[in-house]
């Protein structure tokens, strides 16, 4: 397998407590990977580590061992991004070619046009003057996708994307992502809608602490996986997936 991310044996302890318990698996390039599990299941943490921002108690994740060449962007969950500074969407999105702005320093009209055109990526070109706390919630998240997308990365790293966005956006978002994949980038999303799931991915790690599957979205996602990973909670997956199904096919609004 040409593969992009590899974990080997990964433990990872929070005060003495396993959050991911012996990970292994590999994940090849050019793939739409969703990481699927319960809350609290590990999956940020997993991120967080194959970025090597945690380090793991035992065993290991990277990128680099598929291939050093890598260029990665993460966009992590909008609660973790600090919103007390002035600064208009498309300085943000500047922040993405040249780290953090100094207020004397000129923009390149390349850097410019690059960050105009990953606002308009996202939907946003509108918005490039309107400073970032006067945006609503949906629209911050979009600017912080902007952002990872004016690096170019080969690698995308999302967690929860889609938290708090319309369907409409929801929709802009993953066309988007999608053609990036056709493009030959490698994308991680961390995901909560099981009933999307197929529609959108092509690959899915479910986990909780422990590794449940990783492969093909139609081979991992079987009853018995996502019962052991969501035990109790299954019928409630089941009743949206019907529900979901019903819908695809005409029968409700
Ligand atoms: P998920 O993304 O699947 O919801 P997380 O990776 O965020 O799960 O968290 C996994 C577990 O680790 C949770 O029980 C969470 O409370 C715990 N946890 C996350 N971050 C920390 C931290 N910095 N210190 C202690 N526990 C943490």
Request: charged share 20%; hydrophobic share 40%; net charge neutral.
């Amino acid at each position: 397998m040409n593969c992009i991310l590899e974990a080997q044996d990964l433990c990872i302890h929070y005060n003495k407590t396993p959050i991911l318990w012996d990970v292994s698996f590999k994940v090849p390039k050019h793939h739409m990977t969703a990481i699927v599990g319960p809350n609290g299941a590990g999956k940020s943490t997993l991120l967080k580590a194959s970025l090597q921002i945690i380090k793991p108690f035992s065993g290991s994740i990277s990128f680099g061992r598929c291939n050093s060449d890598n260029h990665i962007a993460y966009v992590p969950q909008k609660e973790s991004i600090d919103w007390d500074f002035p600064v208009s969407a498309l300085d943000v999105v500047l922040m993405g070619r040249y780290g953090r702005l100094k207020y004397f320093q000129r923009v390149k009209a390349a850097d410019k046009e690059a960050a105009m055109q990953a606002l308009q990526q996202v939907g946003m070109a509108s918005y490039s003057s309107r400073q970032i706390n006067q945006l609503s919630g949906g629209q911050q998240q979009r600017l912080f996708i902007a952002r990872a997308l004016v690096q170019k990365p080969d690698v995308l790293l999302l967690d929860e994307p889609f938290s708090g966005i319309d369907m409409a956006t929801e929709k802009l978002l993953i066309e988007l992502f999608i053609k990036l994949k056709n493009e030959g980038k490698s994308i991680f999303i961390v995901h909560h809608d099981l009933t999307t799931l197929d529609q959108y991915f092509d690959w899915v790690i479910l986990i909780n602490t422990r590794l449940i599957g990783c492969g093909p979205v139609k081979e991992v996602m079987t009853q018995e996986n996502i019962q052991k990973a969501y035990g109790n909670n299954l019928s409630l997956f089941e009743e949206a997936h019907h529900l979901s199904k019903k819908q695809a096919e005409g029968y409700i609004s």
